[in-house]
């Protein structure tokens, strides 16, 4: 087995045809459980595939991670990047230089985005972002419906499990329509007010 000291962190690779890696390394700063030593070192051990889908999973979190935009989100948000970039720093010194690229911009290391656009990674975000539009779309213009129909006072009295009732069948139907044609029937009509 051949070891490398990165930046105080031990890697280790197998002798040939083995395929496991270990990872070793003290925990990051925001790791703050009260029952570990600060620099406690911890030894994972990876067949190369496995490492390889350690490394969609982390890109696939840090690109969701990304999309929060609320407040506070973004310090979250740095624990994420953070634990990317050591793993994905410490995996490009064991076979996977091909896919992983040093952002001098950023100063951190990241998947490249020709491989991300062929990942698995890529397929999940775009199914996610897919399945979000139509799922959030039914549902607003199904709360919209109801809204309409009994007024707003009437909708803020309802609990959610009222709120689910009332919009479930016409979500159903949006959801119907939506499948057959797309968004091909979906207009928007301006309101002309005056004022």
């Known amino acids: 087995m051949s070891n490398c000291l990165i930046g105080g962190n031990l890697i280790s690779s197998p002798p040939a045809g083995r395929g496991e890696f270990?990872?070793?390394g003290s925990r990051p700063e925001w790791w703050d459980m009260p029952s570990c030593a600060p620099l406690r070192l911890m030894h994972l051990r990876f067949t190369e595939e496995e490492l390889s889908?350690?490394?969609?999973?982390?890109?696939?979190a840090a690109e969701v991670g990304s999309l929060n935009r609320k407040?506070?989100?973004?310090?979250?948000?740095?624990?994420?990047?953070?634990?990317e970039n050591t793993?994905?720093?410490k995996v490009t010194h064991l076979g996977f230089g091909d896919i992983i690229e040093f952002?001098?911009?950023l100063q951190r290391y990241r998947v490249t985005t020709d491989y991300l656009t062929r990942s698995f990674v890529q397929e999940a975000i775009d199914e996610m972002r897919n399945e979000i539009f139509w799922e959030e779309l039914t549902l607003r213009l199904a709360e919209r419906d109801v809204i309409r129909k009994i007024g707003l006072p009437a909708w803020n009295s309802l609990d959610e499990e009222k709120r689910k009732e009332h919009t479930k069948?016409?979500?159903?139907?949006?959801?119907?329509?939506?499948?057959?044609?797309?968004?091909?029937?979906?207009?928007?009509?301006?309101?002309f007010e005056t004022g």
């Open 22 to 24: 270990n990872i070793a």
């Open 87 to 89: 793993i994905l720093e």
């Open 169 to 191: 069948p016409i979500e159903k139907s949006y959801w119907e329509e939506f499948t057959k044609r797309g968004i091909d029937t979906l207009h928007l009509i301006a309101r």
């Open 103 to 105: 952002d001098e911009a």
């Open 71 to 83: 407040p506070g989100a973004k310090e979250n948000f740095a624990r994420f990047e953070e634990l």
């Open 53 to 60: 889908v350690l490394i969609d999973m982390i890109s696939l």
